[in-house]
């Protein structure tokens, strides 16, 4: 081989090793490629209000009064902000944890599913605007009936979702269980659950911000306590306080982002193995 050619294979093998190794610097976080978009239209987006909330102040407030009213009275905010949580984490824990016990139910004996399944749809379509009022009569004028308007958003698609998962397993996977003589436990444990977790997570991307929703609705149509974020939304609406409504608002958005911040972290940790997001089924 000549001094040439030897030269040229040095050369090449040097850059692939420089390509092969990862870049330093900046993280990707924080490159203008991940971040400069959004904030290009959120900055849109600010400039249109203001100019809307400018040309048309009894329909808009503009952000400046916004944040005014965030700043006078954030005890105010924050009392209302712990309720409508309080109503998210207890509503949303059960409504999730019973969908998914409903669906292994399902998964493991489809009789139970062709026995449920109907209700649960009849349920489901039935308008929870509608469902509320009676709620209040059967359960008073507390937290409770907010609690289950809540859970019953989050229930059918943690139970579409969880049953879909619990189903979707591979069967080659499942034929060596079974010729090994696993129990219907042991295959629960190690093979289906295990397996069922990318479309359980698929399914809490659609709950979570539904248990936001639902509470605020809870909120909104279930009388008594006049407290949460949705009331403080109903209460300053029907007093013309734009500020207030559109704060309140702004504040129902942010718990609903944080939701979905904390979900995509947890299952960043859970499902370091899977390969990408599942497509929820709603």
């Given at each position: 081989?000549?001094?040439?050619?030897m030269r040229d294979t040095t050369a090449t093998l040097a850059t692939a090793r420089l390509k092969a190794q990862p870049r330093r610097g900046i993280p990707g976080w924080l490159r203008w490629g991940s971040w400069g978009p959004t904030l290009i239209t959120f900055v849109i987006a600010a400039l249109l209000w203001q100019i809307v909330a400018w040309t048309n102040p009894y329909v808009l407030p503009t952000l400046e009064a916004i944040g005014a009213s965030l700043v006078e009275d954030p005890g105010m905010y924050w009392s209302n902000f712990l309720v409508t949580l309080l109503e998210v984490v207890v509503g949303a824990s059960a409504g999730i944890l019973a969908g998914f016990l409903l669906a292994v139910v399902m998964a493991e004996f489809q009789i139970i599913e062709r026995a449920v399944m109907?209700?649960?749809i009849i349920v489901m379509v039935t308008p929870i605007v509608a469902i509320a009022p009676a709620l209040v009569v059967a359960f008073g004028f507390g937290m409770v009936p907010k609690f289950i308007v809540t859970g019953l958003v989050v229930f059918f698609p943690m139970l579409?979702?969880?049953?879909?998962?619990?189903?979707?397993?591979?069967?080659k996977?499942?034929?060596v269980f079974t010729t090994l003589h696993a129990s219907r436990w042991e295959i629960f444990r190690e093979l289906r659950f295990p397996g069922s977790m990318p479309y359980v997570f698929a399914g809490l991307r659609i709950a979570l911000p539904l248990a936001v929703v639902?509470?605020?609705?809870?909120e909104f149509v279930a009388a008594g306590q006049q407290a949460g974020l949705g009331s403080l939304v109903t209460t300053s609406a029907a007093q013309a306080n734009l500020p207030v409504t559109w704060a309140s608002i702004a504040l129902l958005c942010l718990l609903g982002v944080l939701l979905i911040v904390l979900l995509a972290v947890v299952r960043r940790r859970v499902l370091w193995w899977s390969d990408g997001e599942?497509?929820?089924k709603g």
């Open positions: 081989m000549s001094e040439l050619t109907p209700l649960v579409v979702n969880s049953l879909a998962g619990l189903r979707d397993v591979d069967q996977a499942l034929d639902g509470a605020a609705v809870a599942v497509t929820a």
